[in-house]
C-alpha cells in the first residue's frame, strides 16, 4: 500500500517563482527525507527532518514537518534551471531505517 | 573521496541469465540497502543489510538474491525467476544510531537494467 502521498506529480514554474511541494504520510514519521534526482542518476540528499515543527533551510530551498510529524513541504524561493530534477520523499514509518518513497515531482524550471 | 559505487551504469541481460549489480561503499556504514525504481512508482526496497553476514527481504525481494560478506559490498542477483526485471537499481547505505533515531541513506549513481 502507498503510505506516502506526493504531490504535485509534475510542476512546471518559470525561473524566479516560488514554489512548494507536498509528501503526506498516513502514518507518525520518525525521519522525514528530501531527495533530488537527475534523470538517471542516484538521489543526492537534500535535507532530513525528524521533530514536529521542524525547518531547515539549505541556500534557496525550505523543508519543514508538521506538527504531527504527518506532513512535510519542501519550499524553493526564487527557482533557477538548476533547481530542475526530480523531488522524491522517504519516510521512516517505523523507526527501523527502511524507508518508504513517495512517486516524486518533477520540476521543470522554464529560463 | 568517500561514497557508493554502483557498477556497471547500463547492463543488458537475456531471458533466463542471472546478473549481479555491484554496490561498493568506502564510507564505513553498516547498513546497505537495494532499491528498485520503476517510472511512475517511486522507489521500492528489494533488500536491506544492517550488518555483515546478516540481511533482510524488502517488500520485492522475490526473484532476487543478496550476500554481506563484506562491510563495504553489498552485491544483488537479479535471477531468471524475476518477472519483470528491466528497471533502474539504486545501492544506499547508512550508519543507523542507536535507538529509534532516523538516519540518513546515502545513494549510489544507479545501475539500469534492461533485459531483451
Known amino acids: 500500500s502507498q503510505e506516502l502521498e506526493q504531490s504535485p506529480q509534475s510542476l512546471i514554474v518559470q525561473e524566479g517563482k516560488n514554489l512548494t511541494i507536498n509528501c503526506t504520510s498516513s502514518k507518525t514519521l520518525y525521519g522525514l527525507y528530501w531527495y533530488k534526482q537527475k534523470y538517471g542518476e542516484g538521489l543526492i540528499f537534500l535535507m532530513m527532518l525528524q521533530k514536529g515543527g521542524e525547518e531547515k533551510s539549505h541556500e534557496k530551498i525550505t523543508a519543514k514537518l508538521d506538527e504531527k510529524k504527518q506532513q512535510s513541504s519542501l519550499h524553493i524561493t526564487a527557482s533557477q534551471p538548476s533547481h530542475a530534477g526530480i523531488y522524491l520523499c522517504?519516510?521512516?514509518?517505523?523507526?527501523?531505517?527502511?524507508?518508504?518513497f513517495g512517486t516524486g515531482t518533477r520540476l521543470t524550471v522554464i529560463p | 573521496d568517500g561514497g557508493i559505487t554502483q557498477s556497471p551504469k547500463y547492463l543488458f541481460r537475456k531471458e533466463g541469465q542471472n546478473v549481479t549489480l555491484s554496490c561498493e561503499q568506502n564510507?564505513?556504514?553498516?547498513?546497505m540497502y537495494w532499491y528498485r525504481q520503476d517510472p511512475g512508482q517511486g522507489l521500492r526496497l528489494i533488500y536491506y543489510s544492517q550488518i555483515v553476514n546478516d540481511f533482510q527481504k524488502g517488500d520485492i525481494a522475490e526473484g532476487y538474491s543478496v550476500s554481506r560478506e563484506k562491510k563495504e559490498s553489498f552485491p544483488l542477483t537479479v535471477t531468471s525467476a524475476q518477472k519483470n526485471p528491466t528497471a533502474f537499481y539504486l545501492c544506499?547505505?547508512?550508519?543507523?544510531?542507536?535507538?529509534?533515531?532516523?538516519?540518513?541513506?546515502?545513494f549510489g549513481p544507479g545501475t539500469r537494467l534492461t533485459v531483451l
Open positions: 564510507l564505513n556504514h553498516d547498513a
Open positions: 544506499a547505505s547508512s550508519s543507523p544510531t542507536s535507538g529509534r533515531a532516523a538516519d540518513t541513506q546515502y
Open positions: 522517504g519516510a521512516d514509518t517505523s523507526g527501523a531505517n527502511n524507508l518508504f
